[in-house]
Protein backbone atom coordinates (compact mmCIF):
# COMPACT_ATOMS: atom_id res chain seq x y z
CA UNK A 1 0.00 0.00 0.00
CA UNK A 2 2.29 2.70 0.95
CA UNK A 3 5.54 1.10 -0.99
CA UNK A 4 5.86 4.27 -3.54
CA UNK A 5 6.51 6.15 -0.57
CA UNK A 6 9.59 4.44 0.77
CA UNK A 7 11.76 6.07 -2.23
CA UNK A 8 11.02 9.58 -0.07
CA UNK A 9 12.55 8.27 3.36
CA UNK A 10 16.58 8.03 2.27
CA UNK A 11 16.97 6.37 5.55
CA UNK A 12 15.87 2.99 4.41
CA UNK A 13 19.22 2.69 2.47
CA UNK A 14 20.96 2.73 5.18
CA UNK A 15 19.08 1.21 8.04
CA UNK A 16 16.21 -0.38 9.32
CA UNK A 17 14.64 2.65 11.37
CA UNK A 18 11.87 1.58 13.57
CA UNK A 19 12.21 4.54 16.21
CA UNK A 20 9.59 6.79 15.14
CA UNK A 21 8.37 6.91 19.02
CA UNK A 22 11.71 9.42 19.67
CA UNK A 23 12.31 10.71 16.74
CA UNK A 24 11.43 10.56 12.86
CA UNK A 25 14.08 10.88 9.91
CA UNK A 26 12.74 13.75 7.32
CA UNK A 27 11.50 12.83 4.20
CA UNK A 28 12.59 13.98 0.74
CA UNK A 29 9.59 16.05 0.88
CA UNK A 30 10.72 17.92 4.39
CA UNK A 31 13.92 18.29 3.23
CA UNK A 32 12.56 19.86 -0.29
CA UNK A 33 10.48 22.19 1.36
CA UNK A 34 13.37 23.73 3.89
CA UNK A 35 15.57 24.12 0.88
CA UNK A 36 12.96 26.27 -0.59
CA UNK A 37 13.03 28.10 2.92
CA UNK A 38 16.81 28.57 2.99
CA UNK A 39 16.90 29.58 -0.63
CA UNK A 40 14.22 32.55 0.03
CA UNK A 41 15.78 33.60 2.99
CA UNK A 42 19.57 33.75 1.77
CA UNK A 43 18.51 34.95 -1.74
CA UNK A 44 14.46 35.97 -2.43
CA UNK A 45 12.19 38.08 -0.48
CA UNK A 46 14.81 38.21 2.68
CA UNK A 47 12.15 39.87 4.91
CA UNK A 48 9.31 36.50 4.60
CA UNK A 49 7.60 37.61 7.52
CA UNK A 50 3.95 38.10 5.34
CA UNK A 51 4.57 34.71 3.82
CA UNK A 52 5.36 32.66 6.81
CA UNK A 53 1.58 34.19 7.67
CA UNK A 54 0.18 32.55 4.87
CA UNK A 55 1.96 29.00 5.47
CA UNK A 56 0.79 29.29 9.14
CA UNK A 57 -2.65 29.88 7.81
CA UNK A 58 -2.13 26.30 5.45
CA UNK A 59 -0.50 24.67 8.17
CA UNK A 60 -3.40 25.12 10.78
CA UNK A 61 -5.83 23.97 8.49
CA UNK A 62 -4.19 20.95 7.62
CA UNK A 63 -3.35 20.13 11.22
CA UNK A 64 -7.16 21.07 12.03
CA UNK A 65 -8.39 18.37 9.54
CA UNK A 66 -5.84 15.55 10.97
CA UNK A 67 -7.75 15.87 14.42
CA UNK A 68 -11.57 17.09 13.32
CA UNK A 69 -11.11 20.70 14.64
CA UNK A 70 -11.05 24.34 13.09
CA UNK A 71 -8.08 25.94 12.26
CA UNK A 72 -8.89 28.84 14.60
CA UNK A 73 -8.52 26.16 17.28
CA UNK A 74 -5.23 25.42 16.33
CA UNK A 75 -2.03 27.39 18.13
CA UNK A 76 1.90 26.69 17.15
CA UNK A 77 3.97 25.94 19.62
CA UNK A 78 7.72 24.70 19.99
CA UNK A 79 6.75 21.25 21.75
CA UNK A 80 4.45 19.48 24.32
CA UNK A 81 5.64 20.66 27.16
CA UNK A 82 4.96 24.47 26.03
CA UNK A 83 1.45 23.20 25.45
CA UNK A 84 0.92 22.10 28.38
CA UNK A 85 2.60 25.12 30.27
CA UNK A 86 0.02 27.37 28.27
CA UNK A 87 -2.70 25.02 29.94
CA UNK A 88 -1.65 24.82 33.53
CA UNK A 89 -0.86 28.63 33.84
CA UNK A 90 -4.18 29.68 31.79
CA UNK A 91 -6.98 28.31 34.41
CA UNK A 92 -7.06 29.66 37.62
CA UNK A 93 -6.45 28.04 40.75
CA UNK A 94 -7.29 27.47 44.40
CA UNK A 95 -5.75 25.69 46.99
CA UNK A 96 -7.88 22.03 46.94
CA UNK A 97 -8.14 22.37 43.36
CA UNK A 98 -7.45 18.39 42.06
CA UNK A 99 -5.60 17.21 38.57
CA UNK A 100 -5.68 14.13 37.69
CA UNK A 101 -2.51 12.21 35.88
CA UNK A 102 -1.42 8.80 34.91
CA UNK A 103 1.67 6.77 36.17
CA UNK A 104 4.31 5.98 33.82
CA UNK A 105 3.71 9.18 31.75
CA UNK A 106 6.52 11.10 29.67
CA UNK A 107 7.27 14.53 32.25
CA UNK A 108 6.43 16.72 29.70
CA UNK A 109 2.72 15.40 31.04
CA UNK A 110 3.42 15.57 34.86
CA UNK A 111 5.99 18.76 35.59
CA UNK A 112 4.08 21.17 34.17
CA UNK A 113 0.82 20.41 36.68
CA UNK A 114 3.43 19.56 39.41
CA UNK A 115 4.88 22.89 39.72
CA UNK A 116 0.93 23.79 40.66
CA UNK A 117 0.88 21.78 43.27
CA UNK A 118 3.90 24.52 44.47
CA UNK A 119 2.62 27.39 43.56
CA UNK A 120 -0.90 27.12 44.19
CA UNK A 121 -1.68 23.75 46.78
CA UNK A 122 -3.70 22.09 44.44
CA UNK A 123 -3.73 18.05 45.15
CA UNK A 124 -2.12 15.66 42.01
CA UNK A 125 -3.56 12.52 41.76
CA UNK A 126 -2.37 9.47 39.45
CA UNK A 127 -3.64 6.71 37.76
CA UNK A 128 -2.22 3.43 38.64
CA UNK A 129 -0.39 2.11 36.17
CA UNK A 130 -1.08 -1.81 36.13
CA UNK A 131 1.37 -3.54 34.26
CA UNK A 132 1.27 -0.68 31.73
CA UNK A 133 -1.98 -0.02 31.34
CA UNK A 134 -4.46 2.68 32.20
CA UNK A 135 -8.04 1.29 33.69
CA UNK A 136 -10.81 3.30 33.43
CA UNK A 137 -12.05 1.90 36.95
CA UNK A 138 -8.99 2.99 38.35
CA UNK A 139 -9.99 7.00 36.59
CA UNK A 140 -13.47 6.91 38.29
CA UNK A 141 -12.45 5.88 41.61
CA UNK A 142 -10.11 9.07 41.80
CA UNK A 143 -12.57 11.54 40.58
CA UNK A 144 -14.66 13.84 43.30
CA UNK A 145 -16.16 16.97 43.18
CA UNK A 146 -12.96 18.79 43.29
CA UNK A 147 -11.24 17.19 40.25
CA UNK A 148 -10.82 20.37 37.80
CA UNK A 149 -8.42 18.88 35.07
CA UNK A 150 -7.43 15.17 33.89
CA UNK A 151 -4.23 15.29 31.46
CA UNK A 152 -3.28 12.00 29.63
CA UNK A 153 -1.45 10.34 26.93
CA UNK A 154 -3.27 9.17 23.63
CA UNK A 155 -0.26 6.70 23.56
CA UNK A 156 1.90 5.88 26.38
CA UNK A 157 5.46 6.18 25.78
CA UNK A 158 7.22 2.97 26.97
CA UNK A 159 4.69 0.49 25.82
CA UNK A 160 2.16 1.46 23.56
CA UNK A 161 -0.85 1.09 25.38
CA UNK A 162 -3.53 3.39 23.30
CA UNK A 163 -6.07 5.07 25.76
CA UNK A 164 -9.70 4.38 25.46
CA UNK A 165 -10.29 8.46 25.04
CA UNK A 166 -13.60 8.08 23.74
CA UNK A 167 -14.83 6.43 26.98
CA UNK A 168 -12.07 9.04 29.30
CA UNK A 169 -13.88 11.96 27.57
CA UNK A 170 -17.32 11.12 27.80
CA UNK A 171 -17.01 11.04 31.85
CA UNK A 172 -14.79 13.82 31.94
CA UNK A 173 -17.81 15.54 29.75
CA UNK A 174 -20.18 14.86 31.89
CA UNK A 175 -18.42 15.92 35.73
CA UNK A 176 -17.70 19.21 34.11
CA UNK A 177 -13.35 18.19 34.36
CA UNK A 178 -11.34 19.94 31.47
CA UNK A 179 -9.79 17.18 29.36
CA UNK A 180 -6.24 16.99 28.24
CA UNK A 181 -4.48 14.85 25.96
CA UNK A 182 -0.63 14.28 24.94
CA UNK A 183 -1.10 13.64 21.20
CA UNK A 184 2.55 13.39 20.78
CA UNK A 185 2.67 9.40 20.64
CA UNK A 186 -0.42 8.74 18.61
CA UNK A 187 -1.07 11.83 15.77
CA UNK A 188 0.46 11.08 12.58
CA UNK A 189 0.14 7.38 13.14
CA UNK A 190 -3.53 6.99 14.24
CA UNK A 191 -6.79 9.20 13.80
CA UNK A 192 -7.90 11.67 15.97
CA UNK A 193 -10.90 13.44 16.57
CA UNK A 194 -10.63 15.74 18.96
CA UNK A 195 -14.80 16.20 18.92
CA UNK A 196 -15.44 12.57 18.88
CA UNK A 197 -13.23 12.03 21.87
CA UNK A 198 -14.69 15.51 23.75
CA UNK A 199 -10.91 16.63 24.07
CA UNK A 200 -10.62 20.07 25.29
CA UNK A 201 -6.92 20.59 24.91
CA UNK A 202 -4.40 18.69 23.26
CA UNK A 203 -0.45 19.52 23.06
CA UNK A 204 1.80 17.95 20.28
CA UNK A 205 5.09 18.15 19.54
CA UNK A 206 6.48 17.67 15.68
CA UNK A 207 9.31 15.59 15.27
CA UNK A 208 8.05 11.99 16.07
CA UNK A 209 5.04 10.31 14.59
CA UNK A 210 4.06 13.56 12.77
CA UNK A 211 7.57 13.37 10.97
CA UNK A 212 8.79 17.19 10.93
CA UNK A 213 11.53 18.83 12.79
CA UNK A 214 12.38 19.24 16.55
CA UNK A 215 10.68 22.98 17.81
CA UNK A 216 7.67 22.96 16.07
CA UNK A 217 4.14 21.57 17.31
CA UNK A 218 0.96 22.90 17.73
CA UNK A 219 -1.87 22.53 20.41
CA UNK A 220 -5.59 22.39 20.19
CA UNK A 221 -8.19 24.70 22.44
CA UNK A 222 -11.77 23.97 22.38
CA UNK A 223 -14.18 26.39 22.20
CA UNK A 224 -15.50 26.18 25.64
CA UNK A 225 -11.62 26.23 26.93
CA UNK A 226 -10.75 28.92 25.42
CA UNK A 227 -13.36 31.26 27.59
CA UNK A 228 -11.61 29.82 31.06
CA UNK A 229 -8.04 29.54 29.71
CA UNK A 230 -6.14 32.93 29.76
CA UNK A 231 -2.78 33.43 28.20
CA UNK A 232 0.55 33.59 30.43
CA UNK A 233 2.43 35.24 28.03
CA UNK A 234 1.87 37.84 25.72
CA UNK A 235 3.24 39.98 23.14
CA UNK A 236 3.15 41.92 20.00
CA UNK A 237 1.60 39.10 17.64
CA UNK A 238 -1.19 38.18 20.24
CA UNK A 239 -2.91 41.02 19.71
CA UNK A 240 -5.63 42.38 17.46
CA UNK A 241 -3.54 44.86 14.49
CA UNK A 242 -0.32 43.84 15.93
CA UNK A 243 1.23 45.55 12.51
CA UNK A 244 -0.20 48.92 14.10
CA UNK A 245 3.10 49.88 16.39
CA UNK A 246 2.26 53.18 17.25
CA UNK A 247 -1.05 51.92 19.25
CA UNK A 248 -0.27 49.41 22.35
CA UNK A 249 -4.05 48.28 22.73
CA UNK A 250 -4.10 44.49 24.38
CA UNK A 251 -6.95 43.44 22.76
CA UNK A 252 -6.28 39.99 22.20
CA UNK A 253 -7.53 38.12 19.10
CA UNK A 254 -10.53 35.77 19.78
CA UNK A 255 -8.86 32.42 18.62
CA UNK A 256 -5.89 30.10 19.64
CA UNK A 257 -3.43 32.71 17.69
CA UNK A 258 -3.46 34.38 21.33
CA UNK A 259 -1.50 32.21 22.23
CA UNK A 260 1.24 32.78 19.61
CA UNK A 261 3.29 35.48 20.88
CA UNK A 262 5.88 36.42 19.27
CA UNK A 263 8.12 35.58 15.60
CA UNK A 264 7.18 31.80 15.14
CA UNK A 265 9.86 29.53 14.21
CA UNK A 266 9.24 29.33 10.41
CA UNK A 267 11.68 26.88 9.14
CA UNK A 268 10.21 24.35 11.69
CA UNK A 269 6.68 25.13 10.37
CA UNK A 270 7.71 25.00 7.02
CA UNK A 271 8.96 21.35 7.68
CA UNK A 272 5.45 20.74 10.03
CA UNK A 273 3.46 21.81 6.54
CA UNK A 274 5.40 19.46 4.18
CA UNK A 275 4.96 16.20 6.58
CA UNK A 276 1.53 16.48 7.87
CA UNK A 277 0.65 17.07 4.19
CA UNK A 278 2.15 13.68 3.10
CA UNK A 279 0.48 12.02 6.32
CA UNK A 280 -2.53 13.59 5.37
CA UNK A 281 -2.34 12.23 1.96
CA UNK A 282 -1.13 8.69 3.14
CA UNK A 283 -4.17 9.09 5.41
CA UNK A 284 -4.25 7.99 9.83
CA UNK A 285 -6.68 5.44 8.84
CA UNK A 286 -4.41 3.59 6.21
CA UNK A 287 -1.78 3.87 8.04
CA UNK A 288 -3.10 3.03 11.57
CA UNK A 289 -4.27 -0.29 9.64
CA UNK A 290 -0.81 -1.26 8.31
CA UNK A 291 0.89 -0.77 11.97
CA UNK A 292 -1.14 -3.02 13.77
CA UNK A 293 -0.33 -5.30 11.21
CA UNK A 294 3.40 -5.02 11.22
CA UNK A 295 2.44 -5.17 14.85
CA UNK A 296 0.94 -8.83 14.67
CA UNK A 297 3.44 -9.96 12.87
CA UNK A 298 6.27 -8.89 15.30
CA UNK A 299 4.30 -9.77 17.82
CA UNK A 300 4.20 -13.29 16.74
CA UNK A 301 7.56 -13.65 15.82
CA UNK A 302 9.46 -12.53 19.11
CA UNK A 303 6.56 -14.44 21.36
CA UNK A 304 7.80 -17.92 19.56
CA UNK A 305 11.67 -16.55 20.68
CA UNK A 306 10.04 -16.12 24.51
CA UNK A 307 10.02 -12.99 24.18
CA UNK A 308 6.97 -11.04 26.39
CA UNK A 309 4.45 -8.62 24.91
CA UNK A 310 4.13 -5.74 27.20
CA UNK A 311 1.26 -3.93 25.43
CA UNK A 312 -2.71 -4.83 25.92
CA UNK A 313 -4.13 -8.15 24.73
CA UNK A 314 -7.30 -6.37 23.41
CA UNK A 315 -5.85 -4.98 20.22
CA UNK A 316 -8.06 -1.81 20.57
CA UNK A 317 -5.64 -0.64 22.85
CA UNK A 318 -2.45 -1.32 20.14
CA UNK A 319 -0.66 1.86 18.57
CA UNK A 320 2.21 1.89 16.86
CA UNK A 321 4.93 1.45 19.43
CA UNK A 322 5.41 -2.16 20.41
CA UNK A 323 7.63 -3.42 23.37
CA UNK A 324 9.44 -6.65 24.65
CA UNK A 325 11.36 -7.67 27.03
CA UNK A 326 13.54 -11.00 27.35
CA UNK A 327 16.58 -12.36 28.36
CA UNK A 328 19.78 -9.99 28.30
CA UNK A 329 17.40 -7.16 26.96
CA UNK A 330 20.41 -4.45 27.09
CA UNK A 331 22.74 -6.93 25.14
CA UNK A 332 20.09 -7.18 22.33
CA UNK A 333 19.47 -3.67 21.95
CA UNK A 334 22.98 -3.40 21.87
CA UNK A 335 22.92 -6.17 19.07
CA UNK A 336 20.48 -4.44 17.23
CA UNK A 337 21.97 -1.06 16.93
CA UNK A 338 25.30 -2.71 16.01
CA UNK A 339 23.12 -4.73 13.12
CA UNK A 340 21.68 -1.21 11.88
CA UNK A 341 18.27 -1.74 13.65
CA UNK A 342 16.73 1.48 15.34
CA UNK A 343 14.59 0.86 17.89
CA UNK A 344 15.11 1.98 21.74
CA UNK A 345 15.61 0.89 24.81
CA UNK A 346 12.82 2.10 27.22
CA UNK A 347 12.07 0.74 30.88
CA UNK A 348 13.88 -2.81 30.02
CA UNK A 349 12.08 -3.71 27.12
CA UNK A 350 13.08 -3.26 23.65
CA UNK A 351 10.75 -0.26 21.72
CA UNK A 352 9.55 -1.08 18.31
CA UNK A 353 7.86 1.62 16.68
CA UNK A 354 7.59 1.40 12.73
CA UNK A 355 5.80 3.94 10.13
CA UNK A 356 3.71 3.59 7.18
CA UNK A 357 6.68 3.36 4.76
CA UNK A 358 8.35 0.62 7.04
CA UNK A 359 7.78 -3.09 5.45
CA UNK A 360 6.45 -6.37 6.54
CA UNK A 361 9.60 -7.52 5.16
CA UNK A 362 11.49 -5.61 7.38
CA UNK A 363 9.74 -6.62 10.21
CA UNK A 364 10.85 -10.69 9.50
CA UNK A 365 14.34 -9.19 9.13
CA UNK A 366 14.22 -7.85 12.57
CA UNK A 367 12.72 -11.03 14.04
CA UNK A 368 15.46 -12.64 12.45
CA UNK A 369 17.91 -11.03 13.77
CA UNK A 370 16.63 -11.74 17.27
CA UNK A 371 16.21 -15.54 16.63
CA UNK A 372 20.03 -15.12 15.48
CA UNK A 373 20.85 -13.17 18.99
CA UNK A 374 19.12 -15.92 21.17
CA UNK A 375 20.85 -19.01 19.21
Known amino acids: MFSKYRSLFPITSQKIYMNHAAISPLSVRVTDRLEEFIDERSFGIIDSFRMGDELRSKTRQMLAKMINARPEQIAFIQNTSEGFNHLANGLHWQPGDE ?30 NRDGQILINDIETLITTRTKLLSISFVEFSN ?18 VFSVDGIQGVGALPMDVQKFNIDFLSNGGHKWLMGTMGAGFMYVAPGLMQKMKPAFTGWLAVENAWDFSEYRLELLPDARRF ?4 AN ?21 IE ?24 ADKTHWSGI ?29 RVAPHFYNTAEEIEEVVSLIKEFYK
Open 99 to 128: IILAEGEFPSNVYPFLNLKKRFGVTVKFIP
Open 160 to 177: GFRNDLQTIGRICAEKGI
Open 260 to 263: EYAT
Open 266 to 286: FMGISALSASVELLLEADPVN
Open 289 to 312: RHLLSLGEGLKAGLENMGMRFTGA
Open 322 to 350: FSFSGKKTEKLYEYLVNENISVSLRNGMI
